[in-house]
């Protein structure tokens, strides 16, 4: 079946620095993969996603390029702010070229991310 | 009001209470999820509605129970939970079918706490 892998957290970074949470699927087909962010207190909000390989997804100054080869999805951010601190979660959906369970999404356990000023 | 609404956002039950909790969605999806989210533990779902039938049933056990009775209308009746159910409840929706992947849209959550 589906699964998602991604990195353990925490992560702490200093206002400003780079940010890299990696994801890795393992998947049937064609997934689309999603990063989705969750700030203290609330639900899931999508953050970023891909439809095919080599597409990247941005949004906010993040970003994630879908690497089939290398069946990951790792989440970027040149300068992080103290806004950004959340747990982000990688997931995928679909990719059953014969319809099936494509109404799916699988997470990844999440990334704390805290970031100090 | 747009987006995913759940109610009540908190909610303290004893173990031989009955309570429900709701989700609506303004998205003019046709699909509705429940999942659960604990502490140190992946996103679990629980239950699938689409077109107001189940299509998913993970075996969550019985003291949980679904009920949709429109695409916009999505419950989760509590009865005689535990204390290891606390957790936080995700209502989502999506638009199905879908050839190749949903993307779903989340409320904010019930953060339930069972004494």
């Known amino acids: 079946g589906n699964s998602v892998t991604q990195m353990e957290g925490p992560v702490t970074l200093s206002e400003e620095a780079f940010l890299t949470i990696n994801c890795t699927y393992t998947a049937t087909g064609y997934p689309s993969l999603f990063w989705y962010v969750q700030y203290p207190g609330e639900g899931l909000q999508l953050l970023l996603k891909a439809t095919k390989a080599d597409d990247k997804g941005s949004n906010k100054g993040f970003e994630a390029t879908y690497r089939k080869e290398t069946t990951s999805f790792h989440l970027e951010k040149g300068s992080v702010q103290v806004s950004d601190s959340a747990v982000y979660f990688c997931a995928l959906s679909g990719g059953n070229l014969s319809g099936g369970s494509n109404y799916k999404l699988t997470f990844g356990k999440g990334t704390l991310l805290t970031v100090n000023p | 009001e747009t987006g995913v609404t759940q109610t009540p956002r908190h909610l303290v039950m004893g173990m031989t209470n009955k309570k429900s909790l709701k989700c609506e969605q303004h998205?003019?999806?046709?699909?509705m999820y429940w999942y659960k989210q604990s502490a140190k533990k992946p996103l679990e779902l629980m239950f699938v509605?689409?077109?107001?039938?189940?299509?998913e049933n993970n075996s969550v056990p019985s003291r949980f129970s679904p009920e949709c009775p429109n695409s916009s209308h999505l419950f989760l009746h509590l009865h005689t939970l535990q204390p290891e159910d606390s957790a936080l409840y995700l209502c989502?929706?999506?638009?199905?079918?879908?050839?190749?992947?949903?993307?779903?849209?989340f409320g904010q959550g019930t953060r339930l706490t069972v004494v």
């Open positions: 989502a929706s999506s638009q199905l079918p879908t050839d190749y992947y949903t993307e779903a849209f």
């Open positions: 509605y689409s077109l107001e039938e189940r299509v």
């Open positions: 998205l003019g999806h046709n699909a």
